[in-house]
């Protein structure tokens, strides 16, 4: 591959909805775009999941803004890259920052495989053809509330419903959802909000059949987890605690988690996301893809991903309408009966809207090689 030049882009989207969390309500997204122009004339494009507070992880947008701009693009100038799979490689002296270098490698890995003429998900090693589709429910003002907004996603055909917990809103909301729909795939995400302190509520979560808790306890630990996980007939799923194919190792091997949740951000890219996948294989660990509010960019790169053979759970991939008013690829991603067609076309396999990623810029950069 001949990189010529690298865009950055920051993009403002209205979301659909309003997206309440901890710190406030949200109406509208900020989104770093990468894309990588080749000698040919090709783009790839990659999509940054950093959001404007570090509330997630340590990197923000305008973090993520400065370590592409004068510390990870700089690395891929000079010696050409070969093969995505360099990238991580180039970007390894850095510390951290997986949000940026996965953005950057995202948009290689489209490039590399539209000049292969190859879609992302077969470039990756891809097999299914669809992707299976879940949904994730806030948490909401009322019990009453939550059950109707459960009803309406089954009616949807989401595959499965997972419902964030926290200390005062879980045993008994997973109660009346369980009383309600004593059979649906149910699963509960805690997002660290417990600590060993609370093991008698966790151990109560036992009796209804949940798939899995997300992530009980604190966003960087494997210790407690594999301590709570002997103690628990519910398989834990790791999210917040899994950066990289070490940590996915150590904590199998602790036994700190039964199921993981792979976010491309998180880890750093695609390549490592692939190495993660494959350790999970040989360990029968199962797994899912997790969702970080993507526009059209990250979601297309999700699917891809969702596509190899171990991703047997349902995702947070949701189609684009979930989120907003008009995402930034065409077509929009959509969802018929609870699945995701994976695309066949080269690269991410969408077509970018670039008069509404044009309308959407506040500002950008060039980088020439
Ligand atoms: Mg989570």
């Not at 909301?173 to 609370?198: G, H, Q, T, V, W």
């Amino acid at each position: 591959m001949e990189i010529k030049r690298i865009i950055l882009r920051q993009i403002k989207m209205d979301l659909l909805h309003p997206f309440t969390t901890s710190v406030g309500t949200e109406t509208d997204k900020t989104i770093i775009l990468v894309e990588v122009k080749s000698a040919s004339g090709i783009s790839g494009w990659g999509e940054s999941v950093a959001i404007t507070q570090p509330i997630y992880n340590e990197e923000t947008v305008e973090t993520n803004w400065h370590m592409m701009s004068d510390h990870l693009i700089p690395l891929l100038q000079g010696e050409a890259v070969q093969h995505p799979d360099e990238v991580s490689g180039r970007f390894k002296k850095i510390r951290g920052n997986f949000n940026a270098k996965a953005a950057i490698e995202g948009a290689v890995w489209d490039l590399y495989a539209k000049e292969n003429n190859l879609s992302l998900a077969k470039a990756l090693g891809g097999t299914k053809e669809r992707i299976e589709v879940g949904v994730s429910v806030g948490i909401q003002q009322s019990e009453a509330l939550m059950l109707k907004q459960i009803e309406d996603y089954l009616k949807e055909g989401y595959k499965r419903i997972k419902v964030k917990i926290q200390p005062g809103w879980d045993i008994g909301i997973i109660r009346s959802i369980r009383r309600e729909f004593p059979k649906i795939p149910l699963m509960a995400d805690a997002n660290c909000a417990y600590s060993l302190n609370d093991l008698e509520t966790l151990k109560a979560l036992d009796e209804f059949d949940l798939m899995m808790i997300e992530q009980p306890l604190d966003h960087d630990d494997i210790i407690d987890h594999a301590k709570l996980q002997s103690q628990l007939k519910t398989p834990i799923c790791l999210d917040e605690s899994i950066h990289s194919f070490e940590d996915a190792r150590k904590a199998i091997e602790l036994g700190s988690c039964k199921i993981i949740n792979l976010k491309i951000g998180r880890v750093g890219g695609l390549t490592e996301s692939k190495k993660i996948h494959d350790l999970c294989v040989e360990h029968n660990i199962p797994m899912w893809c997790g969702g970080m509010l993507e526009a059209g960019i990250g979601r297309a790169h999700n699917i891809a991903i969702t596509s190899l053979g171990n991703f047997t759970l349902p995702g947070d991939t949701a189609p684009s309408s979930h989120y907003w008013k008009r995402d930034i690829i065409q077509p929009e991603v959509e969802m018929k009966d609870g699945y995701i067609v994976v695309p066949e076309a080269p690269g991410i396999g969408y077509e970018l809207d670039l008069e509404q990623i044009e309308a959407l810029t506040m500002y950008s950069k060039v980088f020439h090689f």
